[in-house]
């Protein structure tokens, strides 16, 4: 690794590591970092400055490119009837909002609060006045006399399928990226689908599972090899392949097998890989694991590598890292748990043994929890694990507050201002509800009931962008599926207070979707699996059905935790809050 040599001793059969002395050039795996060198061990540098000139562009560095520019963040306005604009030389600046905008809280047919040139008046609106926000299927409402009459809901259909079943592919797993594409994957299947053209399948010695990183699909490649490789997301093509044998022979000496196990991104240039190996003098039918943590910067170089070693993972009982996920500062976690089931999809038992690592692999802290093993999600210092019912603070692992929730955090969402643990059954009220806890201290701010609904609805729910009014700033909604009265639907409600946004019926399915992501004006759902989605991957080898479904206006949010599996393409991470 960089500022390190290393050496075999013979005596003991050992890699020795040394220093490099201070002011030795070094590289940093990292093309934002220039000129650098070694100090005290570590490799740095100055950052790369990027500046193209233009206010309304965002400049950033990739650590894989280089310098990028990307649009910034919408301008604010003045909440009312200025809206925010952005001029290239100077930046963010106001603009009259549009007339006809509403700007109070009276939105009748009678009365209504609207902007006019650029100020808030009450007025009585004319016939034909838009009184109630478009959905993705649904008009807006009209204004005729003092009734505000909307179109019937049609039913959202979707632009293109892909149904794994009919072609005899196991795919269960979906990633969708910036632009759109989408790429489907299997366990231990070796197939990726890009549905932004014309539907090619391609081949690919990569497949299990994959997440976007540095604008490229990271995948682990097929299991028995001990590898990840970063791939181009159009053509498959591999920009690097980061292989443990052959890094680090010292460990896997001996081993019978090593393979990956989870993927997690700290930072766009740090990487945390974690191999599984079955121990030395035992065949593929055996419990025992054995597991190495190993960080790689951006171009695939090792950064550090340990073997993990505790009490728990000592156990022949097939221990198995349920959940992986890593905080804005670019430190991972990692939870531990053994496993009830011979032979995969695998289920979680307890306890959980959480394991906190530096963005450079250095062990921070350990505990051990009695609730199962499960996926994890971060936001604002709280570590929140889909079994349990408490958050645990990033700092030391300990409970934070007295805060509890009632029936477990699930897949849970994060805001800059709540969590969202995923929708459950309240059998004190007798329907399903979606509930938000207040930042910091987690007390209760808001439910909203699906009343009416038999259900289920699905535990998988994301966070999007949608502006509900035109002329007023997009708000952050949580988007999900479930069963009403007449059958399945997706529904979106306000993250800020649980009310509810829109309601559309899906077209063509029995059931809620298991798994969705969002992309650009789109959402694409997964149905028709056969296996379990709690375990671990979720739904393997399962044929399942996808769907794409346009929804114009409809974006991926950008807070914190948007969702476990969701955000930017299963990356794990939580995310800064960005603007102005």
């Known amino acids: 690794m960089a500022c390190h040599t290393s050496t075999f001793d013979v005596a003991t059969e050992k890699c020795v590591e040394a220093e490099e002395p201070d002011g030795t050039a070094c590289d940093p795996g990292n093309a934002c970092i220039q000129g650098a060198t070694c100090t005290a061990g570590r490799c740095k540098g100055p950052e790369r400055v990027c500046d193209d000139g233009n206010a309304c562009t965002t400049d950033v560095c990739n650590p894989l490119d280089g310098c990028t520019s990307v649009p910034t963040p919408p301008c604010p306005g003045d909440g009312k009837c200025q809206v925010g604009a952005c001029d290239p030389k100077v930046g963010c600046t106001l603009a009259k909002a549009p007339d006809g905008t509403f700007c109070g809280p009276e939105r009748g047919c009678d009365a209504a609060d609207v902007c006019l040139d650029g100020t808030c008046q009450r007025r009585d609106p004319p016939d034909n006045f838009t009184c109630a926000p478009a959905s993705p299927c649904q008009g807006p409402g009209k204004c005729k006399g003092s009734v505000c009459e909307r179109p019937a809901a049609t039913a959202l259909t979707p632009d293109w399928t892909y149904d794994a079943a009919s072609n005899g592919e196991a795919l269960h797993d979906l990633l969708v990226g910036p632009t759109g594409d989408v790429t489907l994957v299997g366990f231990f299947v070796p197939a990726l689908l890009d549905a932004a053209g014309p539907v090619p399948v391609r081949a690919s010695t990569s497949g299990r599972r994959c997440m976007l990183w540095n604008d490229r699909l990271l995948c682990m490649d097929l299991p ?66 054995q597991y190495f943590l190993v960080v790689l910067d951006a171009f695939g ?187 399945p639907v997706l529904f979106a409600v306000s993250a800020k207070d649980g009310s509810e946004v829109f309601q559309c019926p899906v077209s063509n399915a029995a059931t809620p979707a298991q798994f969705l992501e969002l992309g650009p004006d789109s959402l694409v759902m997964m149905d028709g699996a056969t296996t379990c989605g709690e375990c671990d991957p979720p739904y393997a080898y399962s044929q399942s059905r996808f769907r794409r479904f346009p929804i114009p206006g409809l974006k991926p949010a950008e807070e914190p935790w948007p969702g476990t599996f969701g955000g930017p393409g299963h990356d794990h991470h939580e995310d800064p809050v960005r603007g102005r």
């Open 224 to 289: 028995l090899s001990g590898q990840v490789s970063l791939l181009d997301r159009v053509t498959g093509a591999p920009r690097w392949t980061f292989d443990l044998t052959t890094a680090r022979p010292d460990f896997t000496q001996g081993l019978t097998t090593v393979f990956m196990a989870r993927l997690g991104v700290m930072q766009p240039d740090r990487l945390a890989a974690l191999f599984e190996a079955y121990p030395a003098g035992t065949s593929r039918n055996t419990l025992c694991r």
């Open 301 to 487: 170089g090792m950064v550090s590598a340990q073997a993990l070693e505790d009490p728990l993972l000592a156990e022949c009982n097939h221990p198995h890292p349920y959940g992986v996920a890593s905080d804005a500062a670019g430190d991972v976690y990692v939870a531990f748990g053994p496993t009830q089931n011979v032979g995969a999809p695998l289920y979680p038992g307890a306890p959980t043994l959480v394991m906190a690592f530096s963005q450079d692999g250095v062990p921070r802290w350990r505990k051990t929890e009695a609730f199962a093993a499960g996926e994890l999600a971060i936001v604002n210092g709280l570590l929140l694990n889909e079994r349990s019912t408490q958050a645990l603070s990033t700092r030391d692992g300990q409970a934070v507050g007295s805060q509890t929730f009632p029936r477990g955090l699930g897949r849970a969402l994060a805001t800059s201002a709540h969590v969202i643990p995923s929708p459950s059954e309240d059998d004190t009220v007798g329907e399903w509800t979606l509930e938000g806890y207040a930042l910091p201290n987690l007390t209760p701010s808001w439910t909203h009931g699906f009343q009416g609904w038999p259900g289920p609805v699905a535990p998988e729910v994301r966070l999007a962008s949608w502006t509900t009014w035109p002329g007023q700033p997009p708000e952050t909604v949580v988007v999900g599926t479930g069963m009403n009265a007449t059958g």
